[in-house]
T-cell receptor, first 111, second 116 residues
Framework: QKEVEQNSGPLSVPEGAIASLNCTYS??????FFWYRQYSGKSPELIMSIYSNGDKEDGRFTAQLNKASQYVSLLIRDSQPSDSATYLC???????????FGTGTKLQVIP | ETGVTQTPRHLVMGMTNKKSLKCEQH?????MYWYKQSAKKPLELMFVYNFKEQTENNSVPSRFSPECPNSSHLFLHLHTLQPEDSALYLC???????????????FGPGTRLLVL
């Protein structure tokens, strides 16, 4: 079983729609969760971090965490073509430096 | 700009060459990392340095040799690489252990390496 699992996509959504990106993880001790955005040929850029169960909102982005189900998601409201990128889910244990990344989900926002 | 810079941005080298990748962070962080990103594979952690001391080597072949002269600079020395080492090499930094906060990592732009 992969430690951090994401659907590779591509996930295609029309402009203005909500994009929903999902991630599951295997280590129940994980306490910190991150979403990074990576444009083609560029480095990962941190979008959101979440540590507690529930929702965390930042602008058009909402991260959702359910530790019981070992599931974390990212919702992008009012999707824009500029949101087209690969979204990486990453997890680690609080206080540890080894962050485990998923392979990423490629999002395509169709104008 | 994340405050982490890397040079060169692109590198082509033969299998017998020796080259070095450089990373510099301007964030006042105490931890620095090297990652490898290959197509269709997750980011792979290679090395971790805290306060310029290596604290993790993730079973990386000896043809990759890291060096951390201080908390702001990190190098990756490359020697007799193989074509399968072609990848994007990313440097990252974070506040470091004992900072009392979650170790959010900030990435540099990466070096795209091609080994012929």
């Amino acid at each position: 079983q992969k430690e951090v699992e994401q659907n590779s996509g591509p996930l295609s959504v029309p402009e203005g729609a909500i994009a929903s990106l999902n991630c599951t993880y295997s280590d129940r001790g994980s306490q910190s969760f991150f979403w990074y955005r990576q444009y083609s040929g560029k480095s990962p850029e941190l979008i959101m971090s979440i540590y507690s169960n529930g929702d965390k909102e930042d602008g058009r982005f909402t991260a959702q965490l359910n530790k019981a189900s070992q599931y974390v998601s990212l919702l992008i409201r009012d999707s824009q073509p500029s949101d087209s990128a690969t979204y990486l889910c990453a997890v680690n244990m609080m206080g540890y430096q080894k962050v485990t990344f998923g392979t990423g989900t490629k999002l395509q926002v169709i104008p | 700009e994340t405050g982490v810079t890397q040079t060169p941005r692109h590198l082509v080298m033969g299998m017998t060459n020796k080259k070095s990748l450089k990373c510099e962070q301007h964030l006042g962080h105490n931890a620095m990392y090297w990652y490898k990103q290959s197509a269709k594979k997750p980011l792979e952690l290679m090395f971790v340095y805290n306060f310029k001391e290596q604290t993790e080597n993730n079973s990386v072949p000896s043809r990759f040799s890291p060096e951390c002269p201080n908390s702001s600079h990190l190098f990756l020395h490359l020697h007799t690489l193989q074509p399968e080492d072609s990848a994007l090499y990313l440097c990252a930094s974070s506040q470091g252990p004992g900072a009392g906060v979650v170790e959010t990592q900030y990435f540099g732009p990466g070096t795209r390496l091609l080994v012929l």
